[in-house]
């Protein structure tokens, strides 16, 4: 199986309603991260037999990206909207193949970039809440 490239790993925010979601792609995105943990708890006990063990607890998410800032982008206006207005964004990372991780994310972080002599940019980081689904073409 060949290796797949970064570029076409694709993000999009729902920009319609959370029943009928519209997916936009964010425009000028270069990179993303999808961030997957999960918590865990000690149940070590003297039957371990000076073994650690632990046992998964709470899963949780994110994604990271940036990307050139384009001026009057739909996606890139509703992530800054959520941001505003601390509120609760669908989201979803579309992999080369189809797959798509979907869920619900707020915005914990969000600079603009604007140096003198380069091309303005963003960051975002967006926080799960609740469940990541993935679903295959």
Do not use: C, H
């Amino acid at each position: 199986m060949p290796a797949v490239t970064g570029v076409d790993f694709l993000i999009q925010v729902n920009t319609g309603a959370e029943a009928t979601p519209t997916w936009t792609t964010v425009a000028g995105q270069r990179g993303a991260t999808l961030n997957r943990e999960t918590d865990e708890v000690d149940v070590t006990s003297k039957d371990s037999n000076g073994w650690y063990e632990g046992m998964p607890t709470i899963r949780n998410w994110s994604i990271e990206a940036e990307g050139l800032l384009v001026q009057d982008d739909t996606a890139y206006a509703r992530l800054e909207q959520a941001y505003m207005n601390n509120e609760i964004v669908q989201v979803q990372l579309i992999t080369p193949s189809g797959t798509k991780y979907t869920g619900k994310a707020y915005i914990t972080d969000f600079p603009i970039e604007a140096p003198y002599d380069d091309a303005a940019t963003y960051s975002v980081t967006l926080q799960g809440t609740g469940p990541l689904t993935k679903a295959t073409a």
